[in-house]
């Protein structure tokens, strides 16, 4: 499975790009707001084999950014994936919000690309509706996962979305769309070795082996680790002795993504 990376932008070459990894998650905000984000972004979607998922920016501002603004960064990058607007935990809005950006879609002729929905919901049966109603959608491609502590609320983190995954796999509840798992939990390393058994998940995104670096805490293949739930700031400027305990953090995950 592929991994993408999110990082400060003045290593977005080094850790972004990381052994010439060419699979992106791009920040819409980030893109509209930070020349040098942009820039970098626009010169990958130049590369022939780069692969580039364009996100709403719902986990990081705590709502998606308007149709409009979203369609508009989409007619500029030109991504492989759109991620299309949701609200977080919530599945009826969720759907309506999809559905509404849907219709705007289908009638503008900018840009053309997948599109990838985002299950929320508070509870397993909403949640489950939520997955349901996407997989059957024509116009959807992907299946987007964040958080699935509506599935299983009582299970720490680590394990909520490995027994998600196997309860959908065992139930053939995934249909044929490829999956994006949206960031990482507690031991994400784990959940990439397990995530990587799954053909039909396409690749996850992750921050926590930048962040972890840069606070000099090494992530180890056979150790698990808390996660550290915050973002560095997009101008942040790291030591020569965090940017190796990054680039430390980022092969264990990717070798982790490759099942080595």
Not at 63 to 82: K, Q
Not at 179 to 190: P, Q, V, Y
Not at 193 to 209: L, Q, V, W
Request: aromatic residues 10%; hydrophobic residues 35%.
């Amino acid at each position: 499975m592929r991994l993408a990376i999110i990082a400060p932008n003045a290593y977005l070459q080094d850790f972004s790009a990381f052994h010439n990894n060419s699979y992106h998650l791009v920040l819409a905000h980030r893109f509209n707001s930070e020349p040098e984000y942009r820039s970098f972004y626009i010169e990958q979607r130049k590369k022939t084999h780069s692969f580039i998922i364009l996100d709403n920016g719902a986990c990081e501002l705590g709502e998606s950014i308007n149709n409009g603004t979203l369609l508009e960064t989409a007619s500029v990058l030109r991504p492989d994936v759109l991620v299309l607007p949701d609200v977080l935990h919530q599945s009826q809005a969720t759907i309506a919000r999809t559905e509404k950006f849907i219709e705007s879609y289908k009638h503008q002729n900018k840009i053309k690309c997948k599109l990838m929905a985002v299950v929320q919901g508070k509870t397993r049966k909403e949640w489950l509706s939520t997955l349901s109603s996407f997989t059957s959608n024509p116009y959807i491609d992907m299946i987007g996962i964040s958080s699935t502590n509506a599935v299983y609320p009582k299970t720490k983190n680590y394990y909520t979305r490995i027994k998600t995954l196997r309860y959908l796999h065992q139930r053939q509840l995934i249909g044929k769309k490829k999956i994006h798992m949206l960031g990482l939990d507690d031991s994400g390393h784990f959940e990439l070795r397990h995530f990587s058994k799954y053909s039909f998940i396409e690749g996850a995104d992750s921050s926590a082996p930048v962040v972890h670096g840069a606070k000099g805490i090494k992530i180890y293949k056979n150790k698990r680790y808390e996660k550290i739930r915050t973002y560095l700031p997009s101008d942040a400027i790291l030591t020569k002795e965090q940017v190796l305990a990054v680039k430390a953090n980022l092969q264990v995950f990717f070798d982790m993504a490759s099942h080595e």
